[in-house]
């Protein structure tokens, strides 16, 4: 078995390595290498820490911060030291070490003063009362949110939560903080994000307050990510996904990014790719990502563009692209962004917006389905979204039924409730014995009986899964 024997940090360190120094053209930023790790100007700073994340069956060092699951945190003197013992310490089998590094983390927000915002219009955009009608949801799906701080106060959420955690401050204790992201210095809650997401996820219903949220029977497992700097260490990124998984959440939710193009760290993007496959006995947690708000293309090797992540952009009342939302190959679907929701310290508020609003949208609809069918692995209800999302009619999609800013459509929540459940558009009535359609439910458009049909042919919806992911429609699934 590989082992790490215990460290000793008095070495000699010979290369100086900071945010500001000189490019390899021939490596990705925050990429490791053989010789040396490469760095942009979005690296705020290196930290005096070296982030390990392990294979199964390889001891950490003696002074490793334990972060969850198989993430660690090795302190050490200075950032010159971090970059030296990381690249030791990532030679070694079954380790992957990196500079624990300040990264500028942002909430993929966008406010509207549009007053015409008032009322949950996302809703019945997307037809969901004949879905409600079906299920509110089960308390055995946990959809995570990974975000600021979550009001955990008011009654439209707190009998939902469980296991709440803050990645920043290591404790239990997701709550906004007093003054931040306060306007003029203020000292009240003024840090809504959080909420606001998690209200669009899984705000309660039939309780006379506040909003429904998109699985209001769903439980939440609210993570604090994002503080009032903006920024936010690989670190604490690593905390929060590993407190997901150790969760058990089925569906995690992040309506954050980064300010600009920069690839993914391999410890984080391990991390994800665990999350995608080791919670719920191995089912795994669909990993939802906001596409972001910068009218810009996402790279490929961006934590959106991920195998392992379903990456939303944002639609108005009207179904058309909003002109901020990223756009890419890695867009897979787009959603409403979804204005009207929870507040902090109470109430509600009509001006939330942007991708952030669109993400958690998708995040409630998945544990809604997973609440009807909790057998489905994480890589099939991806494929499932996917597969059944409408083509807007707006904009020509190409031959593989992609759109660079919808993806490969709109979310449909009916074309999702056909392939979890093809029975339900009718049912037998009459006395000739022929069925009849179900009260509340449209009849399915051919594209989703199609797709139904073939799912079907499959043996997915009897309980079948793995062997089909690549095989309904490999045009709309991006393979690692």
């Excluded at 990264?103 to 004949?130: I, R, T």
């Amino acid at each position: 078995m590989p082992t790490l024997p215990a460290l000793t940090l008095a070495l000699t360190f010979s290369r100086a390595v900071s945010a500001g120094m000189e490019l390899d053209p021939a490596r990705p930023p925050l990429h490791a290498g053989g010789t040396a790790y490469v760095f942009d100007d979005v690296v705020l700073s290196v930290l005096p820490g070296v982030v390990l994340h392990l294979t199964e069956g390889v001891p950490p060092p003696e002074a490793a911060r334990h972060l969850g699951g198989r993430s660690w945190l090795l302190p050490v003197p200075d950032e010159d030291a971090a970059v030296d013992l990381a690249m030791q310490l990532d030679a070694r089998a079954g380790v992957t070490a990196f500079p624990d590094i300040e990264l500028p983390l942002v909430a993929q927000e966008l406010s509207f003063d549009d007053p015409g915002h008032g009322g949950q219009w996302y809703l019945d955009a997307l037809g969901m009362q004949a879905l409600y009608e079906r299920s509110l949801g089960d308390e055995h799906s946990r959809v995570a949110v990974l975000d600021s701080g979550i009001d955990l106060a008011p009654p439209d959420r707190a009998p939902a939560v469980r296991d709440p955690f803050d990645a920043v401050s290591d404790d239990p204790d997701p709550s906004p903080n007093p003054g931040e992201y306060c306007p003029n210095g203020g000292d009240g809650i003024c840090d809504d994000h959080g909420t606001a997401v998690s209200g669009v996820v899984g705000a309660r219903a039939n309780n006379g307050e506040g909003i429904v949220g998109l699985c209001p029977g769903c439980t939440l497992i609210p993570v604090k990510l994002l503080g009032e700097t903006r920024t936010g260490s690989l670190s604490e990124s690593l905390r929060a996904f590993e407190h997901a998984i150790a969760a058990d959440a089925g569906v995690i939710n992040n309506s954050w990014g980064f300010t600009s193009s920069i690839a993914v760290p391999e410890p984080l993007a391990e991390v994800i790719a665990r999350a995608h496959t080791e919670p719920r006995d191995g089912l795994g947690a669909l990993v939802v990502f906001a596409a972001g708000n910068d009218n810009r293309e996402i790279e490929e090797d961006e934590l959106q563009a991920m195998s392992e992540v379903l990456c939303v952009s944002a639609t108005d009342a009207y179904g058309r692209y909003t002109n901020y939302t990223n756009s890419g190959t890695a867009i897979d679907l787009s959603a409403p962004s979804a204005t009207v929701t929870l507040a902090a310290g109470g109430g509600m508020t009509t001006t939330f917006g942007g991708t952030s609003a669109a993400a958690p949208v998708v995040a409630g609809l998945a544990g809604w389905a997973l609440s009807l069918r909790p057998d489905l692995s994480a890589a099939e209800l991806q494929s499932i979204l996917v597969g059944t999302a409408v083509p807007s009619p707006l904009v020509t999609h190409d031959d593989d039924g992609h759109h660079p800013i919808y993806g490969y459509g709109q979310v449909d929540p009916h074309g999702l409730w056909e392939a979890l459940e093809p029975s339900r558009g009718t049912e037998t009535g009459g006395d000739d014995g022929e069925p009849t359609p179900r009260s509340g439910c449209a009849t399915a458009p051919a594209r989703t009986q199609t797709v139904v049909a073939v799912l079907s042919a499959l043996g997915i919806l009897a309980g079948r899964r793995r062997a089909w992911e690549w095989t309904i429609r490999p045009d709309r699934v991006k393979v690692g």
